[in-house]
């Protein structure tokens, strides 16, 4: 997801947790004060990609807000796992970063199902050909998720 993509939904996931915007115009106004400039088309992309609904609020009218279920985004994990449960050949950790060992052309997979499952702790992930590193907020972080891992590697 490109720099500005993030920001904009950043904002937007602000924006409707501190106020009631009814429409896609409403959003829109509301980006634009904030500096972001969208089409109605762009912001239509960004609601279903933030799962976002309508709920009813006070007096009857409708708002959106976040979803609490991702269907989508779980369904994609689902399927990022088997790749990299099939894909990932050893791992290893040193303090706090986990080396992910990967058939040849498969890290960038098996780093995007990492970043999928949205595992704490993880900092960031950088993938080659056939190795990708996680990042981890602490040693202890790293040395858990490597065990997890390797254990998942148990065929």
């Known amino acids: 997801m490109n720099a500005l993509k993030s920001k904009r939904q950043a904002e937007i996931l602000r924006i409707i947790g501190e106020q009631d915007i009814e429409t896609q115009e409403q959003m829109l106004d509301q980006l634009r004060k904030c500096g972001i400039r969208a089409t109605q088309a762009t912001i239509s992309r960004d609601i279903k990609e933030l799962n976002l609904v309508k709920q009813p609020g006070e007096g009857g009218s409708y708002h959106y807000v976040a979803s609490a279920a991702r269907p989508a985004k779980q369904?994609?994990?689902?399927?990022?796992?088997?790749?990299?449960?099939?894909?990932?050949?050893?791992?290893?950790v040193a303090q706090n970063i986990v080396v992910v060992k990967t058939m040849p052309g498969l890290a960038p997979a098996a780093a995007a199902a990492l970043d999928g499952m949205e595992l704490s702790g993880l900092v960031g992930?950088?993938?080659?050909?056939?190795?990708?590193?996680?990042?981890?907020?602490?040693?202890?972080?790293?040395?858990?998720?490597?065990?997890?891992?390797?254990?998942?590697?148990?065929?």
Do not use: P, W, Y
Request: proline share 0%.
């Open 125 to 155: 992930s950088l993938a080659g050909d056939d190795t990708a590193i996680l990042i981890m907020r602490t040693n202890q972080i790293a040395e858990e998720l490597a065990q997890a891992i390797e254990s998942m590697l148990e065929r």
């Open 75 to 92: 369904a994609l994990a689902g399927r990022l796992q088997n790749i990299f449960k099939e894909g990932v050949i050893a791992c290893d």
